[in-house]
């Protein structure tokens, strides 16, 4: 059982979660190291990357070790929330069907999306500009991560357009399916490096491919 702390915004009355990964520091010249190797060798995917590289979305199939040991720490602690959140359908298990890296050079940015039909998503931030130094300040909102309000109506009833959520190396956020958001473009020579995948309820059939989950489970 971990110990992690997980905090749950209600932006726009919707839940969103945020963690910080226990360890990560041991882990993260490894992961950027594998992540900016992979994009020397495979070419990007079409998403919602304008700009940026975007991996296959079969990461979890990696067998590499600090790869392996992120996806099974994002598999628990994704499911530590949503089972908080809502009750696993009868004979479903949760299942990571999709997991992906992206890395952002200066001016990337990810345009407004959603993961839908998966009924969750997460991204974790392997590298990012912690310090926002003076040269890359186009914008305090550089690099974060904007969540659109579904229902738009405004500051003067209390409801704004956006709320976002500024990186930091390690920490995670997991949040409906559903939730619009996007990447805004950031301005440092760092390349801002993440991982994000999806969460689905899947039913336990033996021998079907539906993602990853830990055999244990
Ligand atoms: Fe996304």
């Avoid at 992906?100 to 039909?117: F, L, T």
């Avoid at 931030?125 to 309000?149: A, H, M, T, W």
């Avoid at 003067?156 to 995670?172: H, I, L, M």
Wanted: proline share 9%; glycine share 4%.
């Amino acid at each position: 059982m971990t110990s992690t702390q997980i905090q749950r915004h209600t932006p726009f009355d919707l839940p969103v979660f945020e963690l910080n990964l226990e360890e990560f520091s041991d882990r993260q010249k490894k992961l950027i190291e594998f992540i900016l190797m992979l994009r020397s060798t495979h070419e990007s995917v079409h998403r919602s990357n304008c700009g940026g590289w975007h991996s296959s979305n079969t990461l979890y199939k990696s067998q590499e070790p600090s790869i392996n040991w992120l996806i099974n720490r994002l598999y628990e602690l994704g499911s530590l929330c949503l089972v908080r959140e809502q009750q696993i359908p009868p004979r479903h298990r949760i299942t990571m069907p999709s997991c992906w890296a992206n890395i952002n050079e200066s001016g990337d940015w990810n345009a407004p999306h959603a993961h839908q039909p998966c009924e969750w998503a997460g991204v974790c931030y392997i590298d990012v500009c912690d310090d926002l130094p003076e040269q890359s300040k186009r914008s305090d909102r550089d690099g974060n991560l904007l969540f659109i309000n579904p229902i738009p109506f405004g500051h003067q009833y209390n409801r704004p357009p956006t709320v976002d959520y500024r990186p930091e190396a390690g920490k995670v956020f997991i949040f409906p399916g559903y939730l619009m958001h996007m990447v805004a473009p950031h301005f440092h020579d760092k390349p801002r490096i993440s991982v994000a995948f999806n969460l689905t309820f899947s039913p336990i059939k033996p021998n079907e491919d539906r993602g990853f989950y830990p055999k244990r489970i």
